[in-house]
């Protein structure tokens, strides 16, 4: 090991689309409230963003916020059959106006430093 | 087309054995692998800083051919272990959609001018259409080939400048002509106008070693 593993707990509060089993690949994004703001705020965007992508494009994606040690904390990951799969995605939900839209909204609750993105494979 | 990085830093006590194990794996993956795979290594920035690139139509194949040889090369397997003693800590990997060339920017230069801004999203248009801007109007002024790309995810929103020269002589020259030029320098103040304050910003000149 080259440090210290970090665990984490988070509650899962909205789930869209089908999830038959682990996808083999997983796009993660978490962040926190901007000053001002407030998590709930956070968590209502997430699901209603989520919800649209869901609906539009058919995107598995899941909502959590965080517990102990993430606390304050929002994540949403997206599932995706290969990476291939999240490329091809990816560019046509960037490219719909409605999720530009939320995108944009987002920026008045959400602090954009603190955003950790990462694209992962499963290999287990 | 998609321009993939995997940036590492190498420990002080190791770079020259860090440096040859890492051209050494490369050389190794360019001997088997679909891509070309390049060197990069710092001029300007954190010394023992360095860079692999490649470039990819389909970064999904791209993906896929990488892991496979992560599971299955024992030659290559081997390789990395090996460099892998010389590194001061773990490798980043980063994804960036290239949204725009000037010049010749697909041909490898020698040496890159790299600005990386992270902003936030709502900053991203804005920033794109100036970064694209800038790039046509130094591309006329210098002759500089410059790329200009977005990423996301892995980097949270962020949009690149890639600048290519033939050497860091030209990288001096060039930016003296740029910065004297009232041009630029309007672009620059607009840029920082409509755009605003970035969550961070980082450059650096890089040298191909390999």
């Given amino acids: 090991m080259h440090g210290v593993p970090e665990d984490s707990l988070w509650q899962v509060v909205h789930s869209v689309g089908d999830w038959p089993g682990p996808p083999a690949v997983i796009a993660n994004a978490i962040w926190r409230p901007i000053q001002g703001s407030n998590l709930l705020d956070n968590v209502a965007w997430a699901m209603e963003m989520t919800s649209y992508v869901g609906e539009a494009f058919g995107a598995r994606s899941v909502v959590c916020t965080g517990g102990p040690g993430t606390a304050l904390s929002v994540r949403v990951y997206n599932g995706y059959d290969s990476v291939a799969d999240w490329q091809e995605r990816t560019a046509a939900v960037a490219a719909d106006a409605g999720w530009q839209d939320r995108m944009q909204a987002v920026t008045a609750i959400a602090d954009g430093s603190t955003l950790d993105t990462g694209l992962i494979r499963r290999i287990v | ?210």
């Fill in chain 2, 1 to 210: 087309m998609y321009l993939w990085n995997r940036e590492m830093f190498l420990s002080p006590a190791h770079l020259n054995e860090g440096v040859a194990g890492l051209v050494d794996a490369v050389t190794h993956v360019n001997s088997v692998s679909d891509y070309e795979f390049r060197v990069w290594a710092t001029v300007l920035g954190t010394f023992g800083r360095v860079g692999v690139g490649s470039t990819c139509e389909d970064f999904g194949a791209f993906s896929d051919e990488m892991a496979t040889r992560g599971m299955e090369d024992e030659v290559f397997r081997a390789k990395v272990d090996a460099v892998g003693q010389s590194m001061a800590g773990n490798p980043e990997d980063s994804v960036w959609n290239i949204l725009h060339t000037t010049g010749d920017a697909y041909e490898v230069q020698p040496v890159i001018a790299i600005i990386d801004n992270r902003l936030e999203v709502d900053q991203m248009p804005g920033a794109v259409m100036g970064s694209i801007d800038m790039a046509d109007y130094l591309n006329g002024l210098t002759g500089t080939a410059v790329t200009v790309a977005v990423s996301q995810w892995g980097t949270g929103p962020s949009v690149r400048m890639m600048f290519g020269y033939d050497s860091v002589g030209q990288v001096q020259e060039r930016t003296a002509v740029a910065t004297a030029d009232p041009g630029f320098m309007e672009r620059a103040k607009a840029f920082q106008n409509d755009v605003g304050r970035s969550i961070e910003s980082r450059s650096s000149v890089l040298r191909r070693i390999a």
